[in-house]
């Protein structure tokens, strides 16, 4: 008798759930990536919520900045005036742009003045990142503030040169005016400005740290086309230029910057000598510069100091 042996069936078994993929289980527990970026807002919370260490870090900067010198803080007044009077000889007296310019002296040290602050904003935000590796590896914070601590800096240092400009401003016989409270918006702008600019810089200078090297011929350049030691409306009168070289040169942002303080101190700087909407132009740099600075330094955050 034969045996017949009867296979068992297949047995199924439900399929098997799908796996839970780390980001899932990453977020379920709370866990976010280290050095991820934020988002803008909470970015700007946290600069807000970091605002006195940007302050300290400034002043702390600034005190440093000529701590061996035998003048010491004396010479952030000097250095400036110092300039202005080799810009007094060589474009002054050499090459005659003194001529038709009434009030040439204060009229050259505000330029010099107001274009050393953005120059310096400047110079201080591409070394930002790559010449604080060391704080920027050993602890967690905006990358922004060193930027804006640099610009909070050099802000700092133009109120201590405004002291001399105001002394020069009075012993050249301009009266105080009510004017002079334009110094304070014309300030706020172009801090916005410089510091967008400063942030920009940071973050190219981070990933080419060459571009410091570089710099200082570009500004130089800028200088030269910004009437730090010439009267623009001197320069452009009776000339043959093309209307688009007309426009550059008049509403080149330092020009802009460098005549509103002028317009706001010195009563023989008339309002016809300042570009058609003046003031909406040093806000669109402003916000132009300021914004876009902004948010292209914030894009990299989490590659600063990496590499």
Known sequence: ???????PPPTTNPPAPPAESLA?????????????????????RQLWARRHFITAFATAKLTAQYSQAKL???WQ??????????YYLIFGLLMGT?????????FLVTGVFVWTFTQSSIMAGTKAISGSLGLVRALHFPRASLPLSYCLQQLQQLLFSMIALVVILLAFGIPVAASWLLVVPALLLQFTFNAGVAMAMARIGAKTPDISQLMPFVLRTWMYASGV???????????????????LLEYNPAVVYID???FA?????????????????ALGWALLAGIGGFIYFWKAEETYGRG
Not at 24 to 44: F, I
Not at 77 to 86: D, I, K, R, T
Not at 98 to 106: A, C, F, H
């Open 1 to 7: 008798m034969s045996q017949v042996l009867h296979t």
């Open 24 to 44: 899932e289980l990453a977020a379920r527990h709370g866990l976010t990536v280290s050095g991820a970026r934020p988002s803008l807002v909470q970015y700007v």
């Open 72 to 74: 010491g803080q004396l």
């Open 77 to 86: 007044v000097a250095n400036p005036l110092l300039n202005a009077a080799v």
């Open 98 to 106: 003194s001529r038709g310019v009434p009030d040439y002296v204060p």
């Open 229 to 247: 030691m010439f009267s623009i409306d001197q320069v452009l009168a009776g000339k043959d230029i093309p209307s688009w070289a007309r426009v």
């Open 260 to 262: 509103l303080m002028r």
């Open 265 to 281: 101190l010195i009563d023989s700087f008339q309002g016809s000598q300042l570009p058609d909407h003046v003031w909406a132009v």
